[in-house]
């Protein structure tokens, strides 16, 4: 049973419940409001601290700068005091400078020293040999000013350098990093100008510049110091560039054997540095570098020590054969690595020096009968020498290039023969090879004739070894065609850049032969006839085709324009017999197949037949150069047979409108519709046949470019005749063809056909027009215009529907 307090007790405790949830709610709120405090403060980003400013130099480049000018200020200071005030002291006063202050100099390094202040005793070191080079000034200008200025500043530089080099040795002052460089640095002076005090001319000179070299070369070699040894390397090499540059000179002006050994004396003493230095280093770049400028002066002193006893057109081979010598050493395991592969770097330069100087006579022999172009059959020379040379200077001294390509050839075959150089070798001697042979009859003046069998058999030759060399093995050849047969296989040479080389060699020497014979009629014939068979006996092999039957093509076309020319034809005749070229490489192309070279040979087809319809058009004969190009056409359309080259019939119909032009302008014919009905007609078949096998094809593209070519012309002839039949004749056809497109529903038709009837119409009516607008009176065609306006609007809505209507049904057609 459920006993209720009374009301008053029960008033009181609800009130009670109701304040207590009063001060929970009130906790609540702050505990709330706490918390979204916190939660904003986390979420605020941190303020960035305030970076200070980065030095833009550090403490001790400040401190060696400041040391440094201060160093060079006094250094100037001195060296005014010395210059201008040094005549006010009296002897004790110069005593005085010269012992006191430089003394003190010298000694103040060793107290900073003790007190770890090494820089600044290194600048006042630097202070202190400033001012032994003054007091030596000083001296000179008041002991001994009349001795001779060379040999002072020798005997001086000897004293610094011993000054400054026991200096840099005392115990107190080993620790400075300067003395012993400037020593150096002095050292380089004293031999060079004792032998120019000495007059001991420019070998003496030469030579005490070399000994100075070997001097710094062997104090790089020996002084463990950093700054030693970059001095003397410095030394060394600056040195040793001016001394080898004089010795070289000297050898290559030596005018007698005496001269020439004392130079060759100077360079092996160079090479002897350059050994020794390569020998002891332990970088294998620089111990490389080295070596190959010893192997360069080696033969430099033996080149030059034979050069004054031989004739000058053997002065490159004797360099060479000095060159090819150095091979020796590569074989002498003895030597170090480096300096064997430097040895044989040297023996290559020298030989790539030596074919340099073969190009200019190469150049000559290759390029040199192209002048012959200009001077067609104006009569043979009498040698090959004047053959080729017709418009250039024969290079002088030049007997022995053919010499110096076979030597580097036999050398290229028979010294490299790692697996790495080899192919490359190969192919360098296989163009070498063909050099040599290029410029030997020139060299020898042979005959003529003797210099174009030459190049036959060069060119016959070269093909010869591009149809035997079989094709590599490696991957990326993997795709050529099959090799020869496995019994050759094993004497074959398997390098992938000979036969690509030995075409182009073969293509290159045609060519210059090519431009020989142009020198008489006979020659021309019988070469252009090699060539052609020549070329077209190379193609059987596969890998040849792409490049000898188009060439052999060429060359027919060519034989064909000769021969016309021989016999004195015109050159619309000699088209007739050039066509036979595009005639061959149809057939060929098309017994090939898909082969590589079917291409090449359409595209030589193609310029054949160019060079055909050239001639005819150079001659102005209409008629034969319609006859030309219906010829082109029918070869054309032959090729177009080909389920391949079936886009070729568009080239033959284009032919055939061409003749067919050509032929209507040969018979003064000034109808257009004569020029325009022969393109229309086919045009229109051709559109007729396609919407039969695609009925949703656009009339537009079936119909519409055969309709233009008719009926567009033919307008704009009817605009300007004064006559009445064309435009009679043209409205009738625009209104059949405004008919038939309307019955068949095609767009086309229609809407061209209804212009040009619209437009014939306008034409025919516009002289009535004319007098009807100026028989009116003014105010009748603005009324005319604004009764028309006001007709359209009352109207306007049912021209809309019409108009959808139209379009609707236009959309409808095709």
């Known amino acids: 049973m459920t006993h209720f307090p009374p009301p008053a007790e029960e008033l009181r405790l609800l009130d009670l419940e109701l304040r207590q949830l009063d001060v929970r709610r009130a906790q609540l709120l702050h505990r709330r409001a706490w918390l979204v405090t916190a939660l904003q403060a986390a979420a605020r980003p941190a303020p960035a601290p305030v970076a200070s400013p980065r030095p833009e130099t550090s403490a001790p480049r400040v401190q060696n700068v400041l040391l440094v000018l201060g160093a060079v200020l006094l250094t100037i200071a001195a060296m005014a005091f010395t210059l201008v005030s040094w005549g006010h ?53 008041v002991t001994s000013a009349d001795m001779d200025a060379t040999g002072y500043v020798a005997a001086a530089s000897v004293v610094l350098a011993t000054l400054w080099t026991a200096y840099g040795l005392l115990p107190r ?29 420019l070998y003496g000179i030469t030579a005490a510049v070399l000994v100075t070299a070997g001097f710094d070369t062997g104090v790089a070699l020996r002084v463990p110091a950093r700054s030693v040894r970059i001095t003397a390397m410095i030394g060394a090499y600056g040195m040793g560039a001016w001394g080898v540059w004089a010795a070289g000179w000297l050898s290559w002006t030596a005018t007698g054997p005496s001269a020439a050994a004392r130079a060759a004396a100077l360079l092996l003493f160079a090479v002897g540095i350059a050994l020794t230095a390569a020998w ?27 050069r004054p006893v031989l004739p000058d057109a053997w002065t490159v081979p004797a360099y060479l054969a000095c060159g090819i010598a150095l091979l020796a050493a590569v074989r002498m395991e003895r030597l170090p690595e480096s300096v064997r592969h430097g040895l044989a770097r040297a023996s ?23 002048a012959w172009a200009e001077r067609v059959w104006s009569g043979a020379p009498g040698g090959v020498r004047e053959a080729v040379a017709v418009d250039a200077q024969w290079p002088a001294d030049s007997e022995t290039v053919p010499v110096v390509l076979a030597v580097v050839t036999v050398v290229l075959v028979l010294a490299l023969r790692e697996a790495i150089w ?51 093995e490696r991957p990326d050849t993997a795709t050529e065609e099959p090799s020869e047969p496995s019994a050759k296989a094993s004497t074959a040479v398997d390098f992938p850049t000979a036969r690509p080389t030995a075409t182009a060699l073969a293509l290159l020497t045609s060519l210059t032969l090519a431009f020989l014979s142009l020198t008489t009629e006979p020659a021309t014939l019988t070469v252009l006839s090699t060539l052609t068979a020549l070329f077209a006996a190379a193609s059987w092999k596969p890998h040849l085709a792409p490049v000898t039957a188009p060439t052999s093509l060429a060359y027919a076309a060519l034989l064909a324009c ?16 050039v066509l036979a070229v595009p005639v061959a490489a149809a057939l060929h192309a098309a017994r090939l197949g898909g082969a590589r070279a079917t291409v090449p040979v359409e595209v030589a087809g193609a310029i054949a037949a160019l060079l055909a319809v050239g001639l005819a058009a150079a001659s102005a004969d209409l008629p034969m150069l319609a006859l030309v190009l219906a010829l082109c056409g029918v070869i054309t359309a032959g090729v177009a047979i080909r389920p391949d080259r079936r886009a070729a019939a568009y080239a033959s119909a284009a032919l055939f409108v061409l003749a067919t032009w050509v032929r209507l302008a040969a018979w003064d014919v000034a109808t257009p519709e004569a020029y325009t009905l022969p393109v229309s ?53 625009a209104l059949s063809v405004t008919l038939l497109g309307a019955g068949h529903h095609l767009q086309a038709p229609l809407l061209l056909g209804g212009t040009v009837l619209a437009l014939d119409a306008l034409h025919e009516l516009a002289p009535y027009i004319a007098q009807v607008t100026e028989a009116l009176p003014r105010w009748v065609l603005p009324a005319l215009a604004g009764l028309l306006l006001l007709a359209l609007g009352a109207t306007y809505e049912q021209r809309l529907r019409d108009a959808r209507k139209m379009r609707n049904f236009l959309g409808s057609m095709h």
């Open 562 to 577: 000769a021969t016309g020319a021989s016999a004195d034809w015109e050159p619309q005749y000699t088209a007739l017999l």
């Open 173 to 201: 002052t080993s620790e400075l990093r300067l003395p012993l460089p400037a020593a150096l640095i002095a050292a380089q002076l004293p031999l060079t100008l004792w032998a120019v005090a000495a007059d001991a001319g």
């Open 348 to 370: 290559a330069a020298v030989q790539g020096l030596a074919l340099l100087w073969t190009l200019p006579l190469v150049g000559i022999a290759l390029l040199g009968p192209v």
């Open 280 to 306: 002891r280093e332990t970088a294998e770049k620089q111990a490389g570098g080295l070596a190959v400028a010893a192997g360069l002066l080696t033969v430099a002193a033996l080149g030059g020590t034979a």
């Open 681 to 733: 007609i086919p045009a229109l078949l051709i559109g007729a046949l396609r919407r039969r096998r695609d009925p949703e094809a656009s009339s537009w593209r079936a119909y519409a470019p055969g309709l233009a070519a008719t009926l567009l012309p033919s307008l704009l002839a009817a605009w300007s005749d004064p006559h009445w039949t064309r435009p009679l004749l043209l409205g009738l056809a």
């Open 422 to 472: 080899r192919p490359r070798a190969l192919t360098g001697a296989l163009v070498l090879a063909w050099a040599t042979v290029l410029v030997l009859p020139a060299v020898l003046e042979a005959p003529y004739a003797v210099g174009l069998v030459a190049l036959g058999i060069t060119t016959a030759g070269a093909l010869a070894a591009a149809a035997w060399i079989r094709p590599s």
């Open 89 to 141: 002291l009296g002897i004790a006063g110069r005593a005085l400078v010269l012992g006191g202050v430089t003394v003190a100099v010298l000694a103040a390094p060793v107290p900073l020293l003790r007190h770890g202040l090494r820089s600044t005793a290194e600048s006042v070191a630097g202070i202190g040999f400033a001012l032994t080079v003054l007091d030596a000034y000083a001296l000179h200008q």
